[in-house]
């Protein structure tokens, strides 16, 4: 496989990854987040969510340890270098698979949402459809598009965060307490369930080439995953305040619900508006992980990539139109959520020692060119 | 370019009879009736003199040529009347095409019989109007004055206005059936390279029969021509024209055209006039946001209004709900079909008013604003608030500077209505999301369109989106890449005093 050579005006600054690897992160596990940790660790949940992200800047250390050490590569040329041709291939395409499981579990979890909150009789492949034209189109223009895009979409979302301070206003602070009742076996499972939620960093294997100040790229990913993990702790706490135990073990999806208190002179119910507003937060989701797909397709096969991505999306397209129940969709999500803690969280690591190792042979070569 | 080397195939027509000259001249013009000629014999010589009688000043022929030829009393050459002629420009022409095209573009052509060479002088007589007030774009404060349709009025005005020894105006002749020229106007002392080039090869490459006008060489060498955004600003303002090109832009200049075009454009310049510059700083931010906010309320209002209508009604207050159900109550229609014939209405009246006189055009808003509006809620047609926040919309569209861009934002509003009215908020955000994707991928003359929001350049942010005062601010928007960077060397007393010093 050969290298990747960026021309100029595709390459991008390092501190965009603040901001991309986080809207990748964030998305529609968000929404139903709180709940799900709650069940677990009750009003502890801040715990799990700290140490999922601690393991997870760990992680991302790691990630950038191994990039560094191949300089130019992303992660199909870094699997093909150490693991040689085939398992390299076998590999790439695994990941290529997961990848396209994440969008397919956003896509099928975005399209509930409108089910519920808009439009019940609303077809699911036409909200498909909705979406995948977007991507499609985003995509089309390349990486640089993609990216700013995503970039624009997370400006036109996060002003969000400061309507919290509305139920923040109506915390009952009693839900917090007692603290530290939680057990390991708790925290255990609190951290597993995070898994699905803060994936997505995944996108800094395939787009470290196009970077084009590689020396901040840990600084920059480090930073995308504390705000993330204030992200999380944020919404997930101002929730537990807000809703009684009992309440939040019934809300599906506490963060939609929360919006419900706000209201403008103009809006009275602005959870309608933010669902809708939500396509915002998850395109940039889609959008850079069917580029993702796409572009690793490209580079692990050869195709050309418009006609993987075309092929991506008609596949999507097929699978939410037929696949259209709740079930199945929390089927796919855990099932996601499981592959992405193994590919996501578990494999940086796998790859650690092949990284020394080609650390090992530049300085040898160093060495002797010297 | 490629004219010139055409010219040089031909072969050489001269030397050559006077009167077969005259006829072939005549017949070059299809037997025209303007055509002069007047034909004198000096000191034994036959002489011609040629011109079309409307494209030249006649009194210069007869004062400056054929007054001088005649008192001499020397043999006339071609290289003697070249030296001789009190009028510069003096060209020595061997094809009978070329002396044609000289004839049309209001040169004199004098031909001594036997000689190798025809020579033509330019002495054209272009009716042309002053320089007048700006119309498209008035501007309250500031410099009125405004491009004319002639390209040595503006290329003047430009020369006066930036006196710098490194402005470049380079000529391109366009147009294969109606040359025109046309002019690229930058300072290379600030310009990037790379704008130059890009622009220079465009409009080389560009083949087309005729420019009617710089607003249409715009559209032949746009990045985008599907977009329905501008992508390159047209301006009739030599203030905004020539503070762009000392910002590090480039200008282009068409003749027969009152407009300049600047390249490359973000999205944000169209929101931009040079009034928020002479207005103190404070008031050009607030109306530069406002502007914006303008622009957002006019794709926004009356979609939001049909999409809460037919599907969502629960994000209506208690409050507006009521006087809102009253007054609908009367609507035979649908929301979308309301909305549409409301905004249909708006935009025949924009549209009469502006192809009508002016003094016509005045009962025309006065017809189609009060009596129409007024009759139209009384009818049932629509409802009252839908008047308010289509009027609004509508207003709000017209704050925008430029009007092509003012344009496009209305179009923009029907598709988004139908998408409101067809898939409620979830078709309005499906939209906002393309305008948006597709405002990223757009590009101007190779430089993002959507900058200094993407690529984002917190440093372009002041003077695109906010206006700094001007001692803040001395630095070159990073967006058109110029060469030196600083406007100006930082004022030095900035060290901050305490109270009582």
Redesign the interface.
């Known amino acids: 496989m050969k290298s990747l050579s960026i021309p100029k005006e595709n390459q991008i600054k390092a501190w965009y990854l603040f901001i991309i690897l986080h809207t990748m992160q964030v998305g529609v596990g968000m929404a139903g987040y709180p709940r799900l940790v709650f069940m677990e660790a009750r009003q502890d949940s801040w715990i799990p969510i700290i140490i999922t992200g601690l393991i997870l800047h760990l992680v991302i250390a790691c990630m950038v340890f191994v990039l560094n050490s191949f300089e130019k590569e992303d992660l199909p040329g870094i699997l093909t270098k150490s693991m040689g041709k085939y398992v390299g291939l076998v590999v790439s395409s695994l990941f290529v698979i997961y990848f396209l499981l994440l969008f397919l579990s956003v896509i099928a979890n975005y399209i509930e949402f409108v089910q519920v909150f808009i439009f019940p009789q609303m077809k699911s492949w036409f909200i498909g459809l909705l979406l995948l034209t977007l991507v499609w189109y985003a995509v089309y223009g390349g990486i640089r598009v993609a990216i700013g895009s995503s970039f624009v979409f997370f400006l036109s979302s996060i002003w969000m965060v400061g309507l919290l301070h509305k139920p923040i206003t109506q915390i009952d602070s009693r839900n917090y307490f007692p603290m530290f009742q939680v057990g390991l076996d708790e925290i255990y499972q609190g951290v597993l369930i995070s898994s699905y939620t803060f994936l997505g960093f995944e996108l800094l294997w395939m787009v470290y080439p196009f970077i084009n100040d590689k020396k901040r790229v840990g600084r920059y990913s480090q930073f995308a995953i504390v705000f993330t993990v204030a992200m999380y702790l944020l919404t997930t706490m101002v929730a537990i305040g807000y809703f009684s135990p009992r309440q939040l073990e019934e809300k599906v999806w506490p963060l939609l619900t929360l919006f419900k208190v706000i209201s403008f002179p103009m809006f009275e119910r602005f959870d309608i508006l933010a669902v809708a507003l939500w396509i915002l937060v998850i395109l940039p989701n889609l959008i850079l992980l069917a580029w993702m797909v796409s572009f690793t397709c490209k580079r692990v096969h050869g195709w050309k990539q418009k006609y993987c991505l075309a092929v991506m999306i008609i596949f999507s397209l097929l699978f939410v139109s037929i696949f259209d129940d709740r079930e199945l969709v929390n089927k796919l999500t855990d099932f996601t959520g499981r592959v992405g803690l193994f590919l996501g969280f578990g494999f940086p690591f796998v790859l650690l020692p092949f990284a020394i190792r080609q650390r090992m042979k530049g300085k040898k070569k160093n060495a002797k060119s010297s | 370019m490629r004219r010139r080397s055409r010219k040089k195939t031909s072969s050489s027509y001269f030397p050559c009879e006077i009167d077969k000259f005259a006829t072939d001249i005549k017949d070059f013009f299809q037997s025209s009736p303007d055509v002069s000629s007047k034909q004198f014999e000096h000191q034994g010589q036959k002489i011609i003199v040629i011109f079309i009688n409307y494209m030249v000043k006649k009194e210069n022929i007869y004062k400056h040529i054929i007054h001088v030829m005649q008192q001499s009393d020397e043999e006339w050459n071609t290289e003697s009347l070249m030296n001789k002629i009190p009028i510069s420009g003096g060209e020595l022409r061997s094809s009978l095409k070329e002396i044609g095209e000289d004839l049309m573009m209001g040169s004199v052509a004098i031909y001594i019989e036997g000689q190798e060479h025809c020579i033509t002088y330019g002495v054209p007589q272009l009716e042309q109007r002053e320089p007048e007030r700006a119309e498209t774009e008035s501007l309250i404060f500031g410099p009125q004055i405004a491009f004319t349709e002639s390209i040595q009025t503006n290329l003047n005005i430009i020369h006066w206005r930036l006196d710098n020894p490194s402005l470049v105006t380079e000529k391109f002749i366009v147009g294969n059936e109606i040359p025109t020229e046309v002019r690229l106007v930058y300072l290379k002392s600030i310009a990037d390279d790379e704008n130059v080039k890009e622009m220079r090869r465009r409009l080389n490459k560009l083949q087309t029969d005729d420019v009617l006008e710089s607003s249409v060489l715009t559209q032949y060498i746009e990045d985008n021509s599907y977009s329905i955004f501008p992508q390159l600003y047209v301006t009739e303002l030599p203030d905004r024209f020539c503070y762009e090109i000392k910002e590090g832009k480039i200008g282009v200049m068409v003749d027969k055209s009152p407009s300049g075009v600047i390249a490359p454009t973000n999205f944000f310049s169209f929101f931009e006039s040079t009034e928020d510059l002479y207005t103190r700083w404070n008031m050009g931010t607030f109306i530069r946001f406002m502007r914006l906010i303008a622009m957002f309320l006019s794709i926004t209002l009356t979609p939001f209004y049909v999409a809460a209508i037919t ?2 009604y ?5 409050a ?1 709900l009521v006087s809102l159900g009253h007054s609908r109550s009367r609507v035979p229609f649908p929301p979308l079909l309301e909305a549409l014939i409301l905004e249909f209405l708006i935009e025949l009246i924009r549209e009469a008013g502006a192809r009508l006189p002016t003094k016509v055009g005045q009962t025309m808003g006065i017809v189609g604003g009060i009596v129409i509006g007024q009759a139209i809620v009384q009818a049932g047609f629509t409802s009252n608030i839908l008047i308010i926040i289509v009027a609004l919309s509508a207003l709000a569209s017209f704050t925008i500077p430029s009007y092509l861009m003012g344009t496009a934002i209305r179009i923009m509003r029907f598709p988004l209505i139908i998408m409101a009215g067809l ?4 078709g ?3 939209s ?3 305008i ?6 757009l590009q101007s003359l ?1 430089r ?1 369109y ?1 900058s200094p ?4 350049r917190y440093k372009d942010l002041d003077n695109s989106i906010l206006r700094l005062p001007f001692l803040q601010s001395n630095y070159r928007a990073a967006s058109n890449m110029p060469k030196d960077k600083k406007r100006f060397e930082e004022p030095s007393n900035t060290k901050k005093r305490d109270i009582e010093e």
């Open positions: 599907f969502h629960e994000i209506i207050p208690t507006l898939w409620g908020v979830i309005i955000f499906y906002y999301a393309l948006l994707i597709h405002v990223v991928k190779k993002p959507f929001i993407y690529p984002f």
